[in-house]
């Protein structure tokens, strides 16, 4: 099994930054990637951004060129550095991991870190 915890949601204005923390713990040997995804009020949850255990990363249109995800695939960490932070970037924000159970892939997600930024 494998746990996540995400930090570093909060309050900010339009223009500003912030950067999100997500750590696994557990059987941290068997994620593949690190992905954040994000939930605005009323829409569905969408990817923003991934990393593979390689190093790729690939974005959402809307965010690229703003944030960037980064990650360290010995400690399973994964940060999410947002720039130029809009209000349509409001949303409750959620580290995932895929990883490896028996033949399968089963993900687990954080607990959700809520991102507010005001016009």
């Known amino acids: 099994q494998v746990q996540l915890v995400e930090s570093g949601g909060g309050l900010v204005q339009a223009g500003g930054s912030l950067r999100l923390s997500c750590a696994a713990s557990?059987?941290?040997?068997?994620?593949?990637?690190m992905a954040w995804y994000r939930q605005a009020p009323g829409k569905q949850r969408e990817l923003v951004a991934a990393?593979?255990?390689?190093?790729?990363?690939n974005y959402v249109d809307s965010v690229k060129g703003r944030f960037t995800i980064s990650g360290d695939n010995a400690k399973k960490t994964a940060d999410l550095q947002m720039n130029a932070l809009k209000p349509e970037d409001t949303a409750v924000y959620y580290c995932?991991?895929?990883?490896?159970?028996?033949?399968?892939?089963?993900?687990?997600w954080g607990q959700g870190t809520l991102v507010t930024v005001s016009s």
């Open positions: 990393i593979s255990s390689g190093g790729s990363t």
């Open positions: 995932n991991a895929r990883y490896n159970y028996g033949s399968g892939l089963l993900n687990a």
């Open positions: 557990g059987s941290i040997f068997s994620i593949n990637d």
